[in-house]
């Protein structure tokens, strides 16, 4: 297959995603540009040292027990100066056996969201609350994440974001801790510390509910507001 073949493939792929999860916005004439509303700067200490020596760090860190489990840590990736930042829970087993997040089935998924979003991966931030994989893909226990988090609050304060979405029920309690469900935390900004907090459902719960285009429906919605908040849209 030529250059223009896979150019073409790679549209159609793209073109039947946003018509899955109604992108309805690629369809209709644009419509103003949404005055940018979010906070600039964040209420966080400054930050002490960069993405890139955080990283480091991470890849030798053995501060907790899920240091024993690992291939090897996960630290995030992405745009040192993004505007926007994914968090989730934790590597699952392709990103162990990677070092990289988000890149198993949920991860592509996540990454086609990021391009209907009218973003390439390498612009966005892409992390996780703790990192290194959980056994058996556990939720993380309260004192790994306290031992992880710090990471990750430096890598906000390095990176200082403008919008934070947070991928699931760990991801959002580590920022804005609720008993409910993320069925009704979703779609609704939260403030944390001077920026905007926009939950939604984890991608791998997407994938393991595939058929359901009304959950897909709803990260669109919820997307769509990041994106108008942002001007994006
Ligand atoms: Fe260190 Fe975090 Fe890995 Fe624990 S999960 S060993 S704190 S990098």
Known sequence: MGKRDDRLADLEARLRFFEEIGADFLFKS?????????PSILDLPPARRGP??????????RKCGLAK?????????????????FVGEGPGHDEDVQGRPFVGRAGQLLTRIITAMGYERSMVFIANIVKCRPPDNRVPHQDEVAACS??????????????????????????????????????QFQ????????PTFHPSYLVRNEGNQGLKKMVWDDMKQVMAKLGRT
């Not at 644009?30 to 979010?38: F, L, R, T």
């Not at 890139?52 to 890849?59: D, N, P």
């Not at 430096?154 to 008993?179: C, H, N, W």
Request: glycine share 8%; hydrophobic share 45%; charged share 20%.
């Open 30 to 38: 644009p419509p103003a540009p949404a005055k940018p509303s979010v």
């Open 191 to 198: 403030e944390w510390h001077g920026l905007l907090v926009m």
């Open 150 to 187: 710090p990471f990750l609050l430096e890598q906000i304060a390095a990176i200082r974001p403008r919008i934070i979405v947070t991928l699931g029920k760990s991801a959002t309690d580590f920022f804005v801790p609720s008993v409910r469900g993320m069925t009704e935390r979703r779609g």
């Open 52 to 61: 890139a020596e955080i990283h480091a760090e991470v890849l030798a860190c």
């Open 69 to 85: 489990g690992r291939t090897q840590a996960v630290p995030g990736e992405g745009n040192p100066a993004a505007e926007l930042m």
